[in-house]
């Protein structure tokens, strides 16, 4: 079956950095669209990034407004890892981090990772 287990997250101090993992199985991962949300207590899972299909995926890469310039989006086929680098994070970053494969609808989930970004 399809399975999506993100890890890398934790507790970090404001203006810290980290990695986030997730690595997939079950699907042809190489033809899915593979994106980070994230969604804080009382609020909507939203968008964070999102890298599109293909050997690279580069033209098709998309950033929240939120997290342009301090967080990057990339993909390893090989590994059937998509990552997420981010840097400079704020308490504004504090959520449950999700990954998700898509080809047109829906798509896959993980389960999460949370992400305290506290001092």
């Known amino acids: 079956q399809v399975q999506l287990v993100e890890s890398g997250g934790g507790l970090v101090q404001p203006g810290g950095s980290l990695r986030l993992s997730c690595a997939a199985s079950g699907i042809f991962f190489d033809i899915y669209t593979m994106g980070w949300y994230r969604q804080a207590p009382g609020t909507q899972r939203e968008l964070v990034a999102s890298?599109?299909?293909?050997?690279?995926?580069?033209?098709?890469?998309n950033y929240a407004d939120s997290v342009k310039g301090r967080f990057t989006i990339s993909r390893d086929n090989a590994k059937k890892t998509v990552f997420l680098q981010m840097s400079s994070l704020g308490p504004e970053d504090t959520a449950v981090y999700y990954c998700n494969a898509a080809l047109s609808g829906p798509g896959y989930w993980g389960q999460g990772t949370q992400v305290t970004v506290s001092s």
């Open positions: 890298v599109g299909a293909g050997v690279t995926g580069a033209g098709r890469i």
